[in-house]
């Protein structure tokens, strides 16, 4: 048997491609078990079936013809077990289930193996006699060793979109992404390439550095220009606080270190092109090791400034680009500088094969509405090329070259979105309350001013987390007091009287500053948060400051503390904050002294709770963390990203405590993190009692629409019911199967 076995998988793995391979092994299988007929029936999750995709036995006509839906036969059987089952006769089973024109005579004994790579279903392999009599044990461990080799083989065809070319019949190619702006977009891919590209840069000796640096300073001029232009040409409905976005490229551009960097490297001997590669490199490198996606994502922005540089450097100009009217914009990497030279009323879509939820550019998308996938993995960009597109921003879903009948589907859906979206703004200046009258408060997070625009747009009540570290990331120094006051002013004073909840410095661990470089061998659990700011009183102080000074005549100002671990950390903290006010009072300044809180993100936290509370005015959970930390996942570990789930009942359980932890001492405690923006969470963390939810703000009216058609009895209700469940996975479908019951699937999925 074992020479036999490693016949079939040589002669399988050293397959031309992957259809010759799979027909390989059907017949190879077929004469080593000795069956009448072995199939391969592969896993097709967008339409729930399995596809018939190889045969030695059954009519040849039939592959990629035959389907059978999830759950359905034995073949569905063998799936939803994801273990072998060997048969004698299948006529006795109930859940057999024979198909037309499959053969003339039935087939009576049935041998199933599910294909399984790294937990993932794949599909069935089948093997069938029409005698009713089992397969012998040999035969079977035959077959589940085969399964387990041709398992990587198909994972790999998967990624590399071999699989989905040998399905021939398939009109529709559909590719699977991360949903950054919900919604539908239809229309035609246009390939967005780099204007320049740094990375083919070579690194050239010079004789004349100051021709290099004249070079290299026009160059940032004509790059200026070129930004301040695209900022001109934005559509009248950004706001001035959107347009904000590109006065940060302007602040880069015009960084003392980048010029005076560049200039050493040119001084050393480089030419203006290699010593702006170094330069660039450098920075992005920097922020993409950050583990923050926030700040990660600004590499992005310094890329795509560096191109712009180098092509003005180049003297290339650029290529002149038609765009369809209903464009969907397509690229490796899509900075917002690139979204912006389209015509307003010609964007349909965003596609970006890097990029997450807080790139620059799904942040502007959101502000103008544009449905937006992007982190799509192991996909050419190419093959996008000049194709008609659905995007579906709801499940993170591409659809290239669509059938006419998909085509219809996702134009209904779109009506219906529409209908949607009328009601969602008839509730704007409604307050977010249930059925029978529970009210909470539904707030944003913000850390740039292009947010800030959409905010108000929504009626948001106020900010529930204020990100103070992205000025600190912008700058080549610590800002001054007086530079951090001027801009948590303009907050405060934008959102007054409503609340603007400040998070101090949350630098360490994934977000170091360029002039305050942190290097530890596990950062995460090293000297990060209010850790660094109680060891720099100094930088502390002076921030406290600021923002007390910036709350003058406002008092709207509540200030919190990040990655509390305990009842010391806050103690401190009070009494520095506490110097800081007596101080400016002492100054003569007419301050009040603000509310003061913590974020609950680290499971000692959790157990604290009461006693933090007692000590504090307020709590606030940061949910992505501490879900991280509870479940000792990091959801950016593509091996281990599928354990994270909020939904999980240990984190559930977590919330529950730290609400009633607040309670008991009288305290507000809200909830921050994309949980707190996810439809299919709010009802669990409505009947927990929070008092207050913080998301963006791209969610805040759907989000509220959401509360109005439930009443508090019917989220305690759906809140029993899944905390007696143990896998996040049933809890979620539960949840999601509760939305749809009361018309609120619109909130998870394109429609109504």
Not at 163 to 169: A, F, G, Q, S, V
Not at 175 to 192: L, M, N, R, T, Y
Not at 258 to 277: C, F, M, S, T, Y
Not at 719 to 747: K, Q, T
Request: one cysteine or more.
């Amino acid at each position: 048997m074992l020479k036999q076995l490693r016949s079939i998988i040589h002669e399988v793995t050293t397959a031309k491609d992957l259809r010759t391979a799979l027909d390989t092994l059907v017949l190879r299988v077929q004469e080593a078990s000795h069956a009448e007929a072995c199939s391969i029936f592969l896993l097709d999750n967008e339409k729930n079936r399995y596809l018939l995709t190889a045969t030695a036995g059954l009519d040849k006509k039939l592959i990629n013809k035959l389907t059978i839906k999830l759950g359905e036969g034995l073949v569905g059987l063998v799936g939803e077990r994801e273990e072998p089952m060997n048969i004698a006769d299948t006529y006795a089973h109930p859940k057999v289930c024979h198909y037309e024109a499959t053969s003339k005579e039935p087939y009576r004994a049935f041998l199933g193996i599910p294909i399984i790579h790294q937990k993932e279903l794949l599909g069935v392999l089948t093997a069938q006699k029409r005698d009713p009599d089992s397969f012998e044990e040999t035969e079977e461990a035959l077959l589940v060793t085969l399964t387990a080799q041709l398992a990587g083989t198909i994972a790999a065809a998967k990624a590399s979109g071999d699989l989905e070319r040998i399905k021939k019949t398939r009109e529709t190619k559909i590719v699977d992404g991360i949903s950054c702006v919900q919604g539908i977009g239809i229309g035609k891919a246009v390939v967005i390439y780099p204007i320049a590209d740094l990375d083919a840069i070579p690194d050239k000796t010079i004789d004349d550095p100051k021709s290099e640096l004249v070079a290299f300073r026009k160059a940032l001029k004509d790059a200026r220009k070129e930004i301040i232009n695209i900022e001109k040409s934005l559509p009248e409905n950004v706001s001035e606080a959107e347009r904000a976005l590109f006065d940060a490229y302007i602040q880069l551009l015009d960084s003392p270190s980048l010029k005076k960097d560049v200039a050493k490297e040119i001084r050393a001997g480089n030419w203006a092109q290699g010593a702006l590669k170094h330069i660039i490199n450098d920075r992005v490198a920097q922020f993409t090791a950050m583990e923050d996606e926030y700040l990660r994502e600004r590499a992005l922005d310094i890329k795509d400034l560096g191109q712009r540089i180098l092509s003005a450097l180049q003297k290339k100009p650029h290529a002149e680009i038609k765009y369809p009217k209903q464009t969907i914009l397509v690229g490796e990497e899509i900075p917002p500088s690139v979204l912006a030279e389209v015509p307003e009323k010609q964007i349909a879509g965003i596609i970006s094969l890097s990029g997450s939820v807080n790139s620059h550019v799904a942040i502007l998308a959101r502000a103008m509405n544009i449905p937006a996938v992007m982190g799509i993995k192991d996909f050419p960009i190419t093959r996008f090329e000049d194709k008609k597109i659905i995007l579906d921003g709801y499940y993170g879903q591409i659809y290239i070259s669509p059938s006419k009948k998909i085509q219809q589907e996702f134009i209904d859906l779109v009506a219906q979105e529409q209908e949607l979206d009328t009601e969602l703004l008839a509730i704007r200046d409604l307050p977010a309350q249930t059925t029978d009258g529970y009210k909470l408060s539904l707030l944003v997070n913000t850390g740039l001013p292009i947010d800030i625009g959409h905010s108000l747009r929504v009626e948001a009540e106020g900010v529930g987390l204020y990100r103070t570290e992205v000025p600190f990331m912008t700058r080549d120094r610590f800002p001054s007091e007086d530079e951090q006051r001027i801009i948590y002013r303009q907050l405060l004073q934008i959102f007054a009287p409503r609340p603007v909840v400040m998070r101090t410095l949350d630098i360490g661990g994934d977000k170091n500053l360029p002039y305050f470089p942190i290097s530890e061998p596990n950062p995460f659990l090293g000297w990060r948060g209010i850790r660094i700011t109680l060891d720099h009183p100094e930088i502390f102080i002076v921030q406290v400051r600021a923002m007390i000074r910036a709350s003058e005549g406002l008092n709207n100002l509540r200030i919190m503390l990040p990655m509390i671990s305990s009842i010391h950390e806050v103690e401190q903290s009070k009494k520095l904050i506490k110097q800081a006010f007596n101080e400016l009072i002492e100054e003569g300044l007419n301050v009040q002294m603000p509310l003061i809180g913590i974020m609950v993100e680290v499971p000692s936290a959790v157990y604290l709770a009461q006693d933090l509370a007692s000590r504090v005015d307020f709590l606030s959970v940061g949910s992505n963390d501490l879900t991280q930390y509870l479940l000792a996942v990091d959801r950016n570990n593509m091996r281990v990203a599928n354990l994270y789930d909020s939904l999980h009942p240990a984190v559930l359980k977590a919330l529950a405590q730290v609400v009633l932890s607040a309670h008991r001492e009288n305290k507000e405690v809200s909830i921050c993190g994309e949980m707190a923006g996810d439809p299919v969470a709010v009802m669990l963390l409505l009947a927990m009692g929070f008092d207050a939810l913080s998301m963006n703000a791209n969610q805040v009216l759907k989000i509220k629409w959401l509360i109005r058609k439930f009443s508090i009895e019917d989220a305690k209700q759906l809140y029993d019911e899944v905390m007696v469940m143990d896998d996040p996975v049933e809890i979620r479908n539960h949840m999601e199967a509760a939305l749809e019951e009361n018309g609120a699937a619109g909130l998870i999925r394109a429609g109504r």
